[in-house]
Structure formats: C-alpha cells, structure tokens
C-alpha cells in the first residue's frame, strides 16, 4: 500500500514558476514509476508527465514539454514537478499517481494509487 500526498499548489501569474512535491509512505516508493496528472474544471484528467522508478526515464505531455519537469528523490520517497512559464490554461488540480511496474506510463487507467491532489491557479 502506497500513501501519497501532494503539496505545493497556489495560485501564480502566468510566466510564473511553482514546484509541486509528492511524498510516499511506504518502504518501497523507489519500485514505482510515477506520474503526474491534472483535472481542469468540467474536463477529464489528463497526463502530465510520468518517470521511471530509477529517475532514467521521464515523459511528458506535449503540452508541457520544455517547460515542466519531473524528477524524484528515493531517499526521501518524494517526487517533484517543477513548472515554469505557466499559462493561464495550466490553471488545475493536480494528482501524484504510483504504479508499480518501471514504466513510465501515460494512461491514467494504469495506476494504483493517486494522492488527493492540489490545486494550481494561473492567472493572466
């Protein structure tokens, strides 16, 4: 079982930089690949962006790429999303979500457990 809690959200201008944190509980956080989604207001969630359990392998949605990044800490079983050059249309709730398997997946059907989530508003 695997406990995670998101942290980091507020509300930012757009151009703004914000980094989210995931912390795990759990003796076994770095046998998980984990990910990043969002949930904007009346639509689905959607990836964001995923790493491998090692840190060697990250992913991320077109929509982010070159201004996110993933990475993680094993030895503090936490996982971190710094976002930079934020856009009004980042504004969402974001969610940590673990599998366990190495990969880095997109799909959200694919993860076990997800994190409350934390909100992140951009303003324009």
């Known amino acids: 079982q695997v406990q995670l809690v998101e942290s980091g959200g507020g509300l930012v201008q757009a151009g703004g930089s914000l980094r989210l944190s995931c912390a795990a509980s759990?003796?076994?956080?770095?046998?998980?690949?984990m990910g990043w989604f969002r949930q904007a207001p009346g639509k689905e969630r959607e990836f964001v962006a995923a790493?491998?359990?090692?840190?060697?392998?990250?992913y991320y949605a077109d929509s982010v790429k070159g201004r996110f990044t993933i990475s993680r800490d094993n030895a503090k079983n936490t996982v971190y999303l710094q976002m930079n050059s934020l856009k009004p249309e980042d504004t969402a709730v974001y969610y940590c979500?673990?599998?366990?398997?190495?990969?880095?997946?997109?799909?959200?059907?694919?993860?076990?457990?997800w994190g409350q989530g934390t909100q992140v508003t951009v303003s324009s």
């Open positions: 979500a673990a599998r366990r398997s190495d990969y880095p997946a997109s799909s959200r059907y694919v993860y076990d457990y």
């Open positions: 790493i491998s359990w090692s840190g060697g392998a990250t």
């Open positions: 759990g003796r076994t956080f770095s046998s998980y690949a």
